[in-house]
């Protein structure tokens, strides 16, 4: 039976007999893939007209509780997921990663909705004042692109790669087009079946390609995103289509890269830190079968423990055993393919050249469970390079699986410059318990890298690992790597939306983004904003308080009670050489006091005060000074109830403007409330 792909809203098998795949395990062919047939452009045509219109409809908190619920979908459905994923040759801890870690991704970017405002688009930044009296200023929007995510990916993790990219864009409001690496793609298609059957996401907003999408590109257009996840000449060669460079299309590259792990002089033998690098350094190159493309690849040691580590990683390594992920006690599975094995072998004969293997065989290995001969099995591959200042393959080849190069250093400098020697990569780490050792390679190493690890015995227990990205931190990195980024939380979302500047008085601005901004025009209501409820409130609705005057008892009841005696609110004797006139009040004193003057006293819809944004204090208060507070409902944002049981709610943002007797602001805060809603339903 051949996998089908999902364009335009319907299940398609290619034509033709297409590409046959393989069980990774036992060799045998379990399905073929093809795309023969399909119609690229009226897919970009249907998420563009289909996906798009639905997607940019549904407001950022919609769109996260969307990425929620397909997160839970998918969470209930994972062990058919695993039954799958087995024959990519994966263990269960491989496909973790690959399947949970991918699903993991969703719930975190459901849960970022709470950064975004409840509206379809979002402000970036703050106001930017560009008159002298304020009436004149400027912001940035950022919009969901009009457009198609096209998102090319790797064999290595046909479920991670997939859903750590769609997180972004669907919580930006941006369909996609998903290309797996056709080697892998009957897990992806088995995880695209759940989604589309489950009619959680809007009809267009994901779309699926198993076979060939050779062509796809050609029906680009400037709204459109590709990101591409593979090797660095692939990468390279799309990179250049003519269409992406007419269309301005912008191009996010993930290229395997020969990533590396340092050892600090001060990890010496009988450290927990040498055994965390033992133990980091053999993870990274057994998992996934070190197809991985943040897998270790160099490890660089200072030259007077190199027989150590070779040791010590030899008997790690030896302990590590091959075979049928089913069968109890294996603990590496097989590469994803034959072509894979046969890619893996001819970068491991060119690097022998150079360097000598010093554990690991191509050939001299046991398999337990399973048929070495017809699965694609190996070794894990450890070599010894003496001189890696002369001898570079090890800094120019990748053998794309369990397969990595030891190599000494004298110095910290030399170390920082072997790192660099990879040419770009998308992560090193540095195992250290010495911090000084620690901040000279990360300030040196940072510009050829795109995340560091600084592990010790302190996190440790609790670290993700050298080769785990995290989906609120960026995943990618420089040079070889490819120059792009992805994930990274909030920033990743802002790849899918145009960001525009927008002028215009503080009035028109709050009108047009519904946030309120500072200096724009307000409007009182008789009803204090305390006593309604979050569906009645509106953006500009305002409270003008009663005014208190400060006097210096104040400021000696405030210090007392807080116990904040700073010389400048109790010593008038001391203020020679400061800014300060006279004894100044608190600026938390002005703050709370703003609260006694905004707070309506008795029980209503106000659950709580939630929190503060934003907080400056902008002009000295002394005694004798009257301060009022224009209170001013800037921003509103929606929650979904938990369950049943739960309050139906949202939460308020207002903009607590504290003003003097001549008018000035001389203090400003963002406070957030959570208001109960009318309807209860």
Request: overall charge neutral; some cysteine.
């Amino acid at each position: 039976m051949k996998l089908q792909n999902y364009a335009s809203g319907k299940w398609v098998a290619g034509e033709g007999d297409g590409q046959a795949l393989f069980n990774a395990i036992t060799g045998e062919q379990i399905t073929t893939a093809s795309s023969k047939g399909l119609d690229f452009g009226d897919m970009m045509h249907y998420a563009r007209k289909v996906g798009g219109p639905a997607l940019r409809k549904m407001t950022f908190q919609e769109r996260g509780r969307m990425l929620k619920a397909l997160a839970i979908h998918l969470q209930s459905k994972k062990e058919n997921f695993y039954t799958v994923s087995w024959a990519t040759g994966a263990t269960r801890s491989d496909s973790w990663v690959d399947i949970e870690g991918g699903i993991g991704n969703l719930f975190t970017y459901a849960s970022l909705r709470r950064q975004f405002p409840d509206e379809t688009f979002c402000l970036d930044g703050d106001a930017a004042k560009l008159s002298k009296n304020g009436t004149f200023i400027g912001h940035h929007i950022c919009v969901p692109k009009e457009g198609v995510a096209i998102h090319i990916n790797a064999f290595n993790f046909p479920v991670w790669g997939m859903l750590e990219k769609i997180a972004v864009n669907l919580l930006a409001g941006v369909p996609a087009i998903v290309k797996p690496a056709t080697v892998t793609s009957f897990l992806t298609e088995a995880v695209v079946k759940e989604i589309a059957a489950s009619k959680i996401l809007p009809e267009g907003a994901l779309q699926l390609i198993c076979g060939s999408a050779n062509g796809i590109l050609d029906h680009v257009q400037s709204q459109d995103i590709v990101t591409f996840t593979g090797s660095a000449s692939t990468g390279m060669m799309l990179k250049a289509h003519p269409k992406l460079i007419q269309e301005a299309v912008p191009f996010n590259m993930e290229a395997d890269s020969l990533n590396c792990c340092v050892l600090g002089s001060d990890a010496v033998p009988g450290t927990a830190e040498f055994d965390i690098f033992i133990k980091e350094v053999q993870r990274e190159m057994t998992t996934k079968a070190g197809q991985k493309c943040t897998a270790i690849r160099r490890i660089i040691v200072p030259e007077k423990l190199v027989e150590d580590v070779q040791i010590a990683l030899g008997k790690r390594l030896a302990t590590t055993t091959i075979g049928d992920p089913n069968v109890e006690g294996v603990r590496m599975g097989s590469l994803a393919g034959k072509t894979q094995l046969k890619e893996v072998a001819e970068k491991v004969m060119q690097l022998s050249k150079t360097q000598e293997i010093v554990f690991g065989d191509m050939t001299k290995f046991e398999v337990t469970g399973a048929d070495k001969n017809k699965g694609a099995f190996m070794s894990p591959i450890l070599f010894l390079n003496k001189d890696p200042f002369k001898y570079q393959d090890c800094h120019n080849l990748e053998a794309f699986g369990p397969v990595s190069t030891i190599m000494p250093y004298k110095t910290i400098d030399d170390a920082i410059e072997l790192a660099k020697m990879g040419k770009g990569s998308l992560v090193c780490s540095i195992i250290t318990a010495d911090d000084k050792i620690a901040k000279e390679f990360v300030i040196g190493a940072a510009c050829m890298h795109g995340r560091i690890l600084v592990l010790n015995a302190d996190c440790a227990k609790e670290s993700t690992g050298h080769g785990s990205p995290m989906p609120l931190l960026t995943h990618g990195g420089p040079g070889r790597a490819g120059g792009g980024e992805e994930m990274g939380g909030k920033r990743g979302v802002f790849h899918y939306l145009q960001r525009t500047a927008i002028q215009g008085s503080p009035t028109t601005i709050s009108n047009i983004t519904n946030n309120y901004q500072y200096g724009g025009k307000y409007f009182l209501t008789d009803v204090h904003p305390f006593k309604r409820y979050f569906e009645e409130l509106e953006i500009g609705e305002t409270l003008i308080t009663a005014k208190h005057k400060v006097t210096l008892e104040n400021i000696e009841a405030f210090a007392e009670l807080s116990g904040d005696k700073f010389y400048a609110h109790m010593d008038a004797n001391s203020l020679d050489g400061t800014i300060f006139t006279g004894r100044v009040a608190h600026g938390y004193y002005i703050l709370s006091r703003a609260a006694g003057l905004f707070v309506d006293a008795p029980k209503g819809p106000v659950l709580l005060n939630y929190g503060i944004d934003e907080c400056r204090f902008t002009k000295p208060v002394y005694p004798g000074a009257e301060i009022g507070v224009r209170f001013t409902c800037k921003e509103k944002i929606d929650q979904e109830k938990k369950d049943e049981n739960d309050i139906a709610k949202g939460i308020v943002k207002w903009l607590v403007d504290v003003y003097d007797e001549t008018g000035e602001t001389v203090a400003i805060a963002t406070i957030l409330t959570m208001v109960k809603k009318k309807n209860q339903d």
